[in-house]
């Protein structure tokens, strides 16, 4: 079954510090994404990747980077956190039968920024 | 720019109540239309896919339409359930925008028993 993990679920950061967040697919997808998720704004794309070692800035990049080192992993990095980025995070992965957007959704990670 | 609307916050029904969602879009150019549903501590899920071809996506009992007229591609159901309680999602994707997603903010669907 196609399955996208997200970890940690749960993350506490202090102002300043280096946050990152990690995803997994089992999908065998070239395609994954990182997006935000907050009240009055939907889902927002930060990052995305068509496939090991490629990297492509979404509509809201900045303050984080993103990392894909391989076919099955995707990492979203905030170097310098801020409390503003304290929201829900989520990881998709798709592929060209989909028409290459996110189908598969990992649970979230809740970040929160103090 | 791109843009997806979704008006209704929140929608409260009974259970075989018939379910609405509005969604409008804008873009320049012809869009491939989307619907998520996210249900509570989980991520979305793909609901439907509807491009210019085929104008009509049917999923679960959900149906929606591609209206390139009045620029809409509102959700329904005949009759819903509790299990159906949850955030409905509209995105739009451009072809020329490769494979990026456009989300409306998203309608809460209540269903009461």
């Known amino acids: 079954e196609a399955a996208v993990t997200q970890s940690p679920r749960n993350k506490v950061a202090v102002t300043g510090g280096k946050v990152t967040l990690s995803c997994n697919q089992t999908n065998n997808h070239n395609n994954m994404y990182w997006y935000r998720q907050d009240t009055g704004h939907g889902l927002r794309l930060i990052h995305y990747s068509y496939g090991a070692g490629s990297t492509e800035k979404g509509d809201i990049p900045d303050g984080y980077k993103a990392s894909r080192p391989s076919q099955e992993n995707f990492s979203l990095i905030l170097e310098l956190a801020t409390p503003s980025q304290t929201s829900v995070y989520f990881c998709?992965?798709?592929?060209?039968?989909?028409w290459g957007v996110g189908r598969y959704f990992g649970a979230g990670t809740r970040l929160s920024v103090l | 720019g791109d843009s997806v609307t979704q008006k209704q916050g929140q929608v409260t029904l009974s259970e075989d109540d018939f379910l609405f969602i509005n969604c409008t879009y804008s873009?320049?150019?012809?869009?491939?239309l989307f619907w998520y549903v996210q249900y509570p501590g989980q991520g979305p899920q793909l609901l439907l896919k509807v491009t210019t071809a085929n104008n009509k996506g049917i999923s679960r009992g959900f149906e929606a339409t591609y209206d390139k007229g009045t620029t809409s591609f509102h959700l329904q159901k005949a009759s819903v359930q509790e299990s159906d309680s949850a955030v409905y999602f509209c995105?739009?994707?451009?072809?020329?925008?490769?494979?990026?997603?456009?989300f409306g903010i998203g309608t809460r669907v209540l269903v009461r028993p």
């Open positions: 873009t320049t150019t012809y869009p491939t």
């Open positions: 995105a739009l994707a451009l072809n020329s925008a490769g494979n990026k997603l456009t």
């Open positions: 998709a992965s798709g592929d060209a039968r989909d």
